[in-house]
């Protein structure tokens, strides 16, 4: 019932009611109540001092052993806040930690990578059974070479600044479960795990030209992060061909992470032509990362002219701090700004 009806109740009632002494009618009732209710729903609501982080964020503890907590997308926070760096500097004062230099003591052994490879060639893996037993025990056998993850030093490097670079797209776009995105250049998934992380199945595509960093992100990164559910379309190719990826696709974000300045400024303008029919008018961006050379060198009158033509525009520059370490990371940012 609405609130006219019960008014419109109220009148009407009130009307044919006997005109002796006070009558307090049942709709008089239910309205007085209502009142009630609502001034001290807003009273209670002003006394309450909440210290929220801004953006309305709800932190859920992730499944034991996955080490850390997860936001999700209750509001638009994505990146850590004040009270998330507070909390962990704490946890360090409570416990008394300093650094420690990496070298042997008891129960530690520090190795560098070429020795943990060594190590599982030695002892054939790490695996506990001998002989021809040894490969039956594992759903999905990783060689050595990727168990001991030296694609985290391999490019992009540190591999940290994924999450940084996560956290500077995902906010700037405002990033929801369902949006669609797709990376070129995905690599070894540094960034590209946090957005499959965040995602719905299938949201996330990459293009990628390189087989190494392919078959660390099916062999290694998307298992040990449990991240297969997520079944994210990654595709190998360097030739600019998004047809694996299918006609009907509308991409919320488009970004290229230290990418386009590896390529013949040709090439991208070629990505461009092929996606900006890709990427959803007016809200969707691409990002691309580093400089916008392919671009400066035709001259910037010319570039407009020919963002202009695919129907793109740029939209302007943005830097992002690192969490952990002493960088910032340059963006430039397009959209398309007609259907
Ligand atoms: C510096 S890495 C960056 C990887 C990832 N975006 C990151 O930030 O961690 C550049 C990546 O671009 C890929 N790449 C370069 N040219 C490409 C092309 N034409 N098509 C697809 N991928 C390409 C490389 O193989 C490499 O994985």
């Not at 999700?72 to 360090?92: A, C, H, K, L, M």
């Not at 599982?120 to 039956?136: A, M, Q, T």
């Amino acid at each position: 019932m609405g609130i006219r009806e019960i008014i419109g109740m109220a009148i009407s009632s009130k009307a044919t009611s006997p005109a002796k002494g006070i009558v307090v009618t049942v709709p008089m009732l239910v309205l007085a109540a209502s009142g009630a209710a609502i001034f001290f729903f807003f009273l209670l609501s002003s006394l309450s001092t909440c210290s929220c982080p801004p953006g309305g964020v709800t932190r859920v503890s992730e499944p034991a052993g996955t080490g850390g907590s997860v936001a999700v997308s209750v509001g638009e926070r994505i990146s850590t806040s004040q009270d998330d760096v507070e909390w962990v500097r704490d946890q360090i004062r409570l416990n008394g930690l300093h650094m420690q230099d990496n070298v042997l003591r008891k129960g530690i052994n520090p190795r560098t990578r070429a020795q943990q490879l060594q190590d599982l060639i030695d002892f054939k893996g790490i695996s506990h059974y001998e002989g021809p037993n040894s490969d039956n025990h594992t759903a999905l056998p990783c060689p050595g070479e990727l168990l001991v993850e030296e694609h985290h030093s391999n490019y992009g490097e540190p591999w940290a600044g994924g999450r940084d670079v996560f956290e500077f797209l995902a906010e700037s776009v405002h990033l929801k479960p369902n949006s669609h995105v797709l990376e070129i250049g995905c690599g070894t998934l540094r960034v590209g795990l946090h957005f499959i992380r965040h995602l719905n199945p299938g949201h996330f595509h990459c293009l990628e030209r390189d087989e190494l960093s392919l078959m660390v992100a099916f062999r290694y990164e998307l298992p040990s992060q449990g991240l297969l559910h997520k079944r994210p379309l990654i595709v190998k190719g360097e030739d600019m061909d998004f047809t694996k990826f299918g006609s009907e696709v509308m991409y919320d974000l488009i970004y290229a992470s230290a990418v386009f300045l590896h390529m013949p400024d040709k090439l991208v303008w070629v990505g461009l032509e092929r996606l900006a029919s890709k990427l959803k008018p007016h809200d969707g961006r691409i990002f691309v990362s580093h400089n916008i050379k392919f671009c400066s060198r035709l001259g910037g009158e010319e570039c407009t002219k020919r963002l202009k033509n695919l129907g793109l525009e740029y939209l302007g520059k943005h830097t992002h701090d690192s969490l952990l370490f002493n960088h910032y990371e340059i963006w430039f940012e397009f959209r398309r700004f007609k259907a």
